[in-house]
């Protein structure tokens, strides 16, 4: 899959910029704070209807504006496809793949495959399990429609739950309504957490490998309280009486989390800052790969200042893994250094464009 045309008015601080891409290699060149990664999330926007950064819609239009619109252009199975993302404020968004808008913009997650890294993927290790559930999540959603169904449905459900713990109803028929539906989509997200967790260990293990240049053995484990077999009903009815005193749901997939491990430690206990950040970076290859390999499609792939603070030698190893076009196919690049950009190029051999960027203008070199 292949971005070519890319317009944005009034998001972030973009005013207005149109730029045509290179169907290898395009880098975004800047000082921190002009612009850059907010093109990525323009990119990233398109395909899952909201932006990396966690913003709400109406915080996305540029300060002083009243509507902002993104429109790509996009190679997709030899087929060209347009899709346009627009919001004026106080109204709801609208989203549309060739003229045609969404009935439910959940219908549009995976058809537009992408992965960002960043430096915020730090938090994957040092964060919350929210965080590494929105990461597994996100993955499995883009590759199969019906998790993301049952995502919805399940947590439409928990809503209800804690509204009945909130509220203190001892109807225990209403519990049973509601904790029937759970149970039925619990099961599904869960057995698809397990089934991704196993598929994507030895594809990490071997991006990690490649990254980091030894031996050492990372892994993933899914972490949950709905184990094989388990009725998920009996495990709500059997813990609501604690729910009662705190007021949620403590049990279920939306508790769940992985755990990240180096040579059967926890990450983030004793690995070292760079030993952290190629965990990282292999973990988003391997997410990369795991969509390349269910959908057909070449994900785009968004790498938002990923070479800062990493030592030359393990940059060309990543670069290596990157450059291999079969197997990789779009690619955006932003970085602050001109010299460090051209060096990353330099070992590419491949084809790129590059765009200046300052106060949201992008200028191509």
């Known amino acids: 899959m292949q971005l070519n045309k890319l317009t944005v008015n009034n998001f972030k601080n973009i005013t207005e910029a149109s730029l045509e891409f290179s169907p290898s290699i395009n880098c975004l060149l800047g000082n921190n704070g002009m612009g850059k990664s907010n093109m990525l999330d323009a990119i990233y926007y398109l395909s899952f209807a909201r932006s990396f950064s966690g913003l709400a819609d109406a915080r996305l239009v540029t300060r002083g504006s009243d509507f902002m619109m993104l429109k790509g252009e996009y190679t997709r199975r030899n087929t060209i496809e347009e899709l346009t993302a627009g919001l004026v404020v106080g109204k709801r968004k609208s989203f549309r793949r060739g003229g045609k808008e969404y009935q439910r ?5 995976g058809i537009f495959p992408a992965v960002l890294i960043s430096p915020a993927d730090a938090d994957l290790i040092t964060g919350t399990g929210e965080e590494r559930r929105r990461l597994v999540d996100m993955v499995i959603s883009q590759s199969d429609p019906r998790y993301l169904d049952h995502l919805i449905k399940y947590g439409r459900s928990l809503q209800q739950r804690n509204r009945l713990l909130h509220n203190r109803v001892v109807d225990h028929n209403l519990y049973m309504a509601v904790e029937t539906a759970m149970a039925i989509s619990a099961h599904y997200i869960v057995d698809c957490r397990r089934r991704w967790t196993i598929e994507l260990t ?3 293990t071997k991006l990690y490998s490649d990254i980091a240049g030894n031996s050492e053995a990372p892994a993933i484990s899914y972490r949950t309280h709905l184990e094989p077999g388990m009725d998920f009903e009996a495990l ?3 813990a609501r009486r604690h729910d009662e005193i705190v007021g949620y749901t403590s049990v279920g997939p939306h508790r769940d989390d992985l755990e990240l ?12 800052q760079g ?7 292999a973990l988003r290859l391997a997410q990369y790969d795991f969509l390349h390999r269910a959908s057909g499609l070449a994900p ?3 790498l938002d200042d990923i070479f800062d603070k990493l030592d030359a030698i393990r940059v060309e190893r990543i ?3 990157v450059r291999d076009n079969e197997r990789f196919g779009q690619i955006f690049i932003t970085d ?8 990353i190029m330099r070992m590419t051999g491949a084809q790129y464009s590059m765009w200046n960027v300052a106060y949201g203008q992008f200028d191509e070199l």
């Open 105 to 109: 913009l959940s219908d549009h997650i």
């Open 202 to 204: 030895p594809l990490l």
């Open 236 to 238: 709500l009815d059997s």
């Open 261 to 272: 491990s180096l040579n059967d430690l926890p990450v983030r206990r004793t690995a070292s």
């Open 275 to 281: 030993q952290c950040k190629s965990f990282t970076i």
């Open 300 to 302: 785009l792939l968004l």
């Open 319 to 321: 670069v290596s893994i």
């Open 336 to 343: 602050t250094n001109r010299d460090h950009l051209d060096s």
